[in-house]
């Protein structure tokens, strides 16, 4: 991240100190949508006008989201209104808090369609949720490497390099559908020749991901089922994917 500036000086003028706080401005689809949204994961409402134009204002800890209308030919289905970036010490708690928020408000987690929240995975340094109108508001840990491992290795190949690709979709493109068309493809493509451990991380990943995409996950489950792993194969899956809900159901 860009190191912060030193004083500011002007001849003749005071000094401008680097103390200042942004508040961001998102586009809201419906007021009485986002602030049901926001406020069931705890934020409270500190501002909310709809005439003679929609202003909302919510707060939650140390930070606020401000929203104006979104105009006519704007399409939140689209997800790209606007986003937020909220540094952190930690990413996990935040993460922790708006699941067990969900699990109150919605009986669930929201983990497909709007609004919803991505997964976490231990020791990754963001995590997003996307709100009613599709705005992003994004989670990163302050201390999040300046260079990412953005995956793409030339070592690997055939079904490690396609769930290396997978990784990157979900964890920083935030891209559930693409992630799951290049697992299955692969899968079809590379699992007669990858060893089965890698099979195994790929049906699991197939299962999360039809799940959190409303896709019908049994077929991929079946095939899990049908493997044979080792209390080796056992232990790389559960190292890499222990985060995942319902997978030791899963495996075989």
């Known amino acids: 991240m860009p190191r912060v500036t030193e004083n500011v000086e002007w001849p003749g003028e005071p000094a401008i100190r680097p103390n200042e706080t942004t508040v961001p401005t998102m586009l809201c689809s419906s007021v009485e949508e986002t602030c049901a949204f926001y406020e069931a994961l705890g934020f409270e409402a500190i501002y909310k006008q709809t005439k003679p134009y929609v202003y909302l204002a919510m707060r939650w800890s140390g930070f606020q989201l401000h929203f104006v209308a979104t105009p006519k030919d704007l399409d939140p289905a689209r997800e790209d209104l606007g986003a937020c970036l909220v540094m952190v010490d930690a990413v996990a708690p935040y993460h922790a808090a708006f699941v067990a928020a969900m699990r109150r408000a919605y009986g669930k987690v929201l983990s497909s369609g709007r609004p919803r929240i991505t997964r ?8 997003t949720l996307v709100d009613p109108s599709g705005n992003s ?8 490497p300046a260079e990412l491992e953005y995956g793409g290795s030339k070592q690997l190949t055939g079904l490690a390099k396609a ?7 979900r964890e920083f493109k935030n891209d559930d559908l693409q992630a799951f068309r290049a697992l299955k493809s692969a899968v079809r493509r590379h699992s007669a020749d990858a060893p089965v451990v890698e099979r195994a991380l790929a049906l699991c990943h197939l299962v999360d991901l039809a799940t959190a995409l409303g896709e019908p996950a049994a077929p991929w489950l ?31």
């Open 163 to 169: 769930l290396d690709n997978a990784r990157i979709l």
């Open 137 to 144: 508001i994004i989670f990163i840990q302050r201390d999040e």
């Open 120 to 127: 976490y995975r231990p020791g990754a340094s963001r995590f």
């Open 222 to 252: 079946e095939d899990l089922r049908g493997l044979e792993l080792s209390a080796e194969d056992r232990r790389r899956i559960e190292s890499e994917l222990g985060h995942l809900p319902g997978l030791q159901d899963w495996l075989p």
